[in-house]
C-alpha cells in the first residue's frame, strides 16, 4: 500500500477524528471512517479529493479501496466542488406523495439550476437525495446540518433569502 500524506489533514481535522476513534476499540479504529470523511470533507470547503481520501485511509491504516467504497456509496459525500450552500432535496415516496416535485422544480427555476449542478456564481449546488429520515414532515431538504421541513415554495423562498 502506497504512504499517504496523512498532512493533508489538518492537525484540528486529525484531533475531531481522533474523538470518533476513541469510541471504538483499538483494532477497530477503521470504523470511524465515515466520521473521519466528513470531517476531511468540511476541511476541504464540502467535497473530497482523492488524495485527502487517501489521506483518511492512511490515518485509519485502511486501504484506499475501502474509503472509497464508503465514499462513493454515501450521497453525503461530495467527490466533486459543491457551492458554499448544498441543498439536498428528498425525491423519495413520502417525499414524492407530499409534494418534493413542486419542491425541486420551484428551486430549480429560482436557481437557474438543475438537480446535480451547482449555480455559476457558486453560491448552490442542488442535489437530489433519497431519504433524509423525516417523512412525516415531507416534503423535507437538508442545507448544511439544517433540515427544512413541510416545504411550500413560499418557505423555500424565505430560507434561500436568509441564507448568507
Known sequence: MAQANIELLTPASRAEIDTWVAKYPPERKQSAVMAALRIAQDQNGGWLTTELMDAVAGYLEMA???VYEVATFYSM????PVGRHKINVC???SCLLRGSEDVVAHLQ????IKL????ADGRYTLKEVECLGACVNAPVAQIARQYYEQLTPELIDRIIDGLE
Do not use: D, K, S
Not at 77 to 80: A, V
Not at 116 to 119: A, Q
Open 64 to 66: 484506499p479501496i475501502a
Open 77 to 80: 459525500y461530495q467527490l466533486e
Open 91 to 93: 425525491t423519495n415516496i
Open 109 to 112: 427555476q429560482r436557481l437557474g
Open 116 to 119: 446535480g449542478e451547482t449555480t
